[in-house]
């Protein structure tokens, strides 16, 4: 039986894109894949302003960080600071009305809302 879908889920579906897909040009789960396979199926993702606001300590520190990509701090140089925006041209936010069904049809497999009728 699958696990409950919870909000985080749905706020970070199609999110990424699937590795399988990146490496192999295939995936096992197909269309119920919680990555995009593609950059067609990629959603941007709403991040908080704090988001990449302050630099990453490891990263400064010791050359690396272990959350990568991943990381909710800056890892590049003070050089390449001015190419950053603050404000809300930086932010990306899911217009949750618009999307949300077609975020919870696509995730339990459904094509469209006529499928609950």
């Known amino acids: 039986m699958p696990s409950e879908i919870t909000y985080k889920d749905i706020l970070l579906y ?3 894109t699937c590795r399988n897909w990146d490496e192999r040009g295939m995936c ?3 269309k119920r894949c ?3 396979h593609g950059p067609e199926e990629l959603r ?3 991040r908080s302003n704090q988001y ?3 630099t990453c300590k490891a990263y400064h520190e010791g050359g690396s960080c272990p959350y990568g990509i ?4 800056i890892h590049h140089t003070i050089s390449d600071k001015t190419s950053i925006q603050k404000g809300p041209s930086n ?3 899911l217009p949750v009305a618009t999307n949300q069904n ?10 469209s809302t006529q499928d609950f009728q």
């Open 14 to 16: 199609k999110t990424e």
């Open 52 to 54: 990449k606001t302050k």
């Open 28 to 30: 096992r789960y197909g």
């Open 91 to 93: 932010s990306r936010v």
């Open 70 to 73: 991943r990381c909710t701090f």
């Open 34 to 36: 919680r990555y995009a």
């Open 102 to 111: 077609n975020v919870w049809n696509s995730m339990l497999g459904l094509s």
């Open 44 to 46: 941007p993702i709403s």
